[in-house]
Each structure stands twice: as structure tokens, then as C-alpha cells.
């Protein structure tokens, strides 16, 4: 994988570096309420001034769809951001123009600025060649830490970046080597876990995996689906069932492909989705009351898929194996995840996940720090997990 990165970028000393971060914090009455991601922006930051560079950052709040809305302003991130780096942060009350320019012009080495949210713009979002000139103009090089905004052609994640000398900050070249190391150039061989809700919304990364991975377990809501195209009742479980056909064709693909499917071989079922509700475990092809749901995979479901990340040395996981967020029905999820952690500790598995409910789900499970990496980016990871070309991350090639 070839992409400049700060290594790349000689003499920083007075320059001004424009970096896009993702600011797109939690915040509850102007107060932000998990910092995580402004944590994730610091190495970055840190390297830049350390080498004398002027930091104005760039980064997008909420949707304010091309207008001036105060309450999506960025400034309540400044404090908290200037207290994370130890040192004082500016704000400017736009991202573009001469007030911008003149505030960035203000900085001394190593000052940090954090620009107005780039979405107050109607240019931003249209990826606007003008609006990415003027964008161009406060600073002398761009820099990309922001991989969860990789996904979208934006002026500030692909437009600019073709306007000025662009690098990939340490967040976004973590990120990018983790990924390159979990699908794009893996140790072999490679197993996969989806799950989650549906296929429908699954269908291209399902499509991708099979035709990459050696084996791949499907899980969660989506094997219903699998199964009920195999002929095997599902009772009242949530399931696609007018996606059969599809099931059917994925798993002809695998077939064609050399991809093992491991679906579930027993399962758990409840008529109720409430905490500590009865279960029975049941195997997969045995018959359930219509008024049953299948919530979760069975232990012997787990067992198998344990063997597998244990025959494997990567592992590419999104998405949970039952309704993990109500126990019981979080057993499977918790014991994989549990499994995969420990293969990932003593460095017999490169263990590699992410997307949305992903990261909740090994939170939950207590091992999302023993993963070797795990990626917060919700659809920028799900798109490259599609096995589409990032916008943002292609603009940073050599
Ligand atoms: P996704 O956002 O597609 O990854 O889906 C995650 C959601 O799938 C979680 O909220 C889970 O509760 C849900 N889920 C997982 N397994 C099942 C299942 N067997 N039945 C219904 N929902 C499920």
C-alpha cells in the first residue's frame, strides 16, 4: 500500500499544515461527552509542532447542510482539545476567507487553530473546486487524520488534497496499515465474521468476503436469513425471507470461491427480547415454535467457529453474533470476541475489527483493547470492508 505519510514531508518548520480530523464528537448541552476522538487526533498534532509547523485544523460537526448553524458550532471542542495537548488552542469563526487567513497567519511554530466546521459551507459536501481553492489558501500542505470521513468526496477529505502536497496523518496510517493487514495484503489463511441485523444491508461486503477469505462465519439476525434459504425453519425470528434467493447465491459463490461458511449449527431461541428471558438452545435444524426467535448462536456454533480463528492467523470481524445487547443473548458474541482476544494477545491471530455496533459489542465483551486493532469508523470501514476505493484515502496515493 503505497501513501505519502508525515515521513514523506520534508522541512515542516513555519509551515501551515491544514489537518482534517474528526471532531464529530458526542455532545450533550455544549459539553462534549466522550473525547475519544479528539484523543485519536493528537499523535498527529503532536508530530507537527514538535517539527515547527503552524496546525489549523479542519473537521465537520453534525449536518448543518451548507448554513451557519450555532449550535453545531465547533468551539466547545477547543477547551477540551486544549487541555488533552497541554497547550492553548485558537478558534477561527470560519474555515475560509480572510479572517481565516489572517488568524492562521497569526500562529507562532508549533500553534494549533481549530477552524469553524467545514459543513457551515454548501461547498463542502458538493466537493465545490472553488470552495476547495479557498480552502487551499490558509494553508501550505494537508494533511488526512481523519479516516472515518474517508468514504465521502468532500472539498475537505478529496478536493483539497489534490490542491495542495497531501499526507496521511498517524491516525489515518494506523488505520490504513491495520486494514492492508486484515484484507488487503493478510497473512493467510483469513476467516471472517459478519453478523448484525440483515443482509440486505451486508450485501456487497458479503459479496467481497467471499471471494477473499478462506472461511467465514455469518451470524446475528442475518443468519436466519442463510438458514431459512437452506430449507431450515427459523419460527418468528427476524430474518429477509424475500432475500432467500440471494442467500442461496452467496453461498454458491463461497462454494465457487474456495470460502468455508460456517452458518450456525444450534442456536438460541426465546419467544421475548428482554433481559434474562427463558432460552432454549436447539440445534439448527430442529423444528421452533412459530412464536420462537432465534437470538443468538449456540455454544457448539461458538466451539466451531473457535476452531476456525484458531486454524487461521487473520481475523476480520464486524458485527455481533446475537442480540448482544440484552443478556443472555450476548453469550456468543462475548465468548468469540473473548476467544479472538486471546488468540490476538499471544500473536497467533492478526485480529482485526470494526464498524458501528462492532465496537460496542467487544466493549461489552471487555476485550476490544486486546484486539490488535479496532477501527471506530462506522461506514468508511464498512465500504472498505465492500472492498470499495475511499475517496479520501485515494487522493493520499503515490
Ligand atoms: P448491524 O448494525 O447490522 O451490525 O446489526 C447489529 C444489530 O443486530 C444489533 O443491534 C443486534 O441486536 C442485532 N441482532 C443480532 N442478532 C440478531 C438476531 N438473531 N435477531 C435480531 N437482531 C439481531
Redesign the pocket.
Same mark, same amino acid.
Given at each position: 500500500m503505497t501513501f505519502r505519510t508525515l515521513d514523506d514531508a520534508s522541512d515542516l518548520a513555519g509551515q501551515i499544515a491544514l489537518v482534517r480530523v474528526d471532531f464529530n464528537v458526542p455532545m450533550e448541552g455544549g459539553k462534549v461527552t466522550d473525547d475519544t476522538r479528539l484523543r485519536a487526533a493528537l499523535p498527529t498534532i503532536q508530530r507537527l509542532r514538535d517539527a515547527g509547523a503552524k496546525v489549523a485544523l479542519l473537521a465537520h460537526f453534525d449536518r448543518p447542510r451548507g448554513k451557519v448553524v450555532p449550535e453545531m458550532s465547533l468551539r466547545p471542542v477547543v477547551q477540551p482539545l486544549s487541555d488533552l495537548l497541554g497547550a492553548p488552542v485558537r478558534f477561527a469563526e470560519d474555515c475560509v476567507g480572510e479572517a481565516a487567513k489572517a488568524a492562521v497567519a497569526e500562529l507562532d511554530a508549533g500553534g494549533v487553530i481549530l477552524l469553524e466546521n467545514v459543513r457551515f459551507h454548501a461547498g463542502e459536501e458538493k466537493n465545490d473546486p472553488a470552495f476547495a481553492q479557498q480552502l487551499a489558501e490558509v494553508g501550505d500542505l494537508y494533511v488526512n487524520d481523519a479516516f472515518s470521513a474517508a468514504h465521502r468526496a468532500h472539498a475537505s477529505t478529496e478536493g483539497l488534497a489534490r490542491l495542495l502536497p497531501a499526507y496521511a496523518g498517524e491516525s489515518m496510517r494506523r488505520e490504513l496499515e491495520a486494514l492492508d493487514a486484515a484484507l488487503g495484503n493478510p497473512v493467510k489463511p483469513v476467516i471472517g465474521i459478519v453478523? &448484525?441485523? %440483515?443482509v440486505s *444491508? %451486508?450485501l456487497d461486503l458479503l459479496k467481497n468476503l467471499v471471494g477473499k477469505l478462506d472461511r467465514l462465519a455469518i &451470524?446475528?439476525?442475518?443468519?436466519?436469513t442463510f438458514l431459512f434459504a437452506q430449507g431450515i425453519d427459523i419460527g418468528g425470528? !427476524?430474518a429477509e425471507r424475500d432475500m432467500a434467493d440471494t442467500a442461496r447465491e452467496i453461498l454458491a459463490e463461497a462454494e465457487a470461491r474456495g470460502c468455508e461458511i460456517l452458518l450456525p449449527i444450534d442456536v438460541v431461541v426465546a419467544t421475548e427480547?428482554k433481559p434474562g428471558a427463558e432460552t432454549r438452545t436447539v440445534l439448527a435444524r430442529e423444528e421452533i415454535g412459530d412464536e420462537e %426467535?432465534? !437470538?443468538?448462536a449456540g455454544p457448539l456454533t461458538v466451539e466451531k467457529l473457535v476452531k476456525g480463528m484458531a486454524l487461521s492467523r487473520t481475523l476480520i470481524w464486524?458485527?455481533? !453474533? &446475537?442480540?448482544?445487547?440484552?443478556p443472555p443473548?450476548d453469550a456468543a458474541t462475548v465468548k468469540a470476541a473473548q476467544a479472538a482476544a486471546q488468540l490476538a494477545t499471544t500473536g497467533a491471530l492478526i485480529a482485526v475489527a470494526g464498524? &458501528?455496533? *462492532?465496537v460496542a459489542?467487544l466493549n461489552h465483551a471487555g476485550v476490544a483493547d486486546d484486539m490488535t486493532f479496532v477501527s471506530t469508523a462506522g461506514g468508511a470501514f464498512l465500504e472498505w470492508m465492500e472492498g470499495k476505493p475511499l475517496p479520501g484515502v485515494e487522493a493520499l496515493r503515490t
Open positions: 453478523g &448484525g441485523a %440483515k *444491508t %451486508k &451470524g446475528g439476525g442475518m443468519a436466519n425470528s !427476524l427480547v %426467535k432465534i !437470538l443468538d464486524n458485527g455481533p !453474533l &446475537g442480540v448482544f445487547e440484552v443473548f464498524g &458501528g455496533d *462492532t459489542a
